[in-house]
């Protein structure tokens, strides 16, 4: 058996971190904005469920650049069975990967517009702590940029409950697209933790897929076990959950600017006209740095080939569709396990 005094703690595993998404059964805050909504695909309706709570969003989603499985999957909103019929999916999914088969050899150039940065007046918000907090160790400046010339590499976007704000922006208002887009403020995580009944876990969970486990520290505290009591030592092991920083993101890497973050905003701004907005714009070494990888993500062959995707194409019916997705939460449950580990 292990001597505890004598044991290297920071050896064995005492808990577990588990990040999820799942399913809810909730209905969503949205607005009827057909002219943001709409567009080639196969989802029924206008997530119109006669008063009866909805479980899908509206989304687009990039058909012409998927794999045929995932694409009828997403087409017909369920893994295919043998009863269904997959003939319009599969019609649809074919016109869609010819039109993205004749394209053009695409000739990407960096979307920065220089003459442009010293109008946002983004001298002043580059000294923002916030910023260099939330962006150390990375090679970044607030930069202008088209957003017309910028590689999409997440494969779907949620166009289902846009907030009103986007709505109603204009080309011309600066400052409000400035706030839209790094906002002064930053989200705080949730606070609504669910404790396990045998008081070893803990579950938050977050309409926002930007929850996430940001680190941990372990330490020595004293702890008393009731009021008036003496306090014992113990090891406190503590995990930070944030929202991330919600500023919109672009890198640059071999040539080519890939949106990182914000596409909700980005996409909306597009429907609207609006192309250049300001950004943090990250120079990077690696794809690694972008996120790819994940399997929300375009593989790393179609992004650097010669048709990669556009934030644009998202909007363009030729090679997108609209589809309905499922609701999701992301969710973090930490748990510490007990158990004995042999010499």
Known sequence: MVDDKKADMAQYPTSRVTEIEHNVGFVASRYNRAHLIGGTGMAKGNNDTGGQPSNNRRARTLLGWLERDEAVRLLIGHEPIPEDDRTQADTLY?????AVASLQQRHIRESVVESATAA????????????????????????????????????????????????????KDRKRILELCLPSEQPYPPSNLLRDADQKGFTVSSHSPNLRVSGSQAKIVQIAPAEGMHPSPVLAVTFFLSMGANYIKVVNYNGRDFLREGYHRTTALLRLGIHEVPCVYIKAQSLDELGNGRVTSLRSEILLGEHPPLLTDFWDDDVSATIDQPILHRAVRVTAEEFDVQE
């Open 120 to 171: 946002w007046g983004l001298e002043e918000r580059t000294h923002d702590p916030a910023l260099y907090a939330a962006l150390a160790g990375l090679d970044w400046s607030l930069q202008v940029v088209d957003l017309r010339r910028v590689v999409a590499h997440q494969k779907t976007v949620m166009t289902d409950g846009l907030d009103g704000q986007i709505i109603s922006i204009e080309k």
């Open 94 to 98: 074919t016109q869609q990967k010819k």
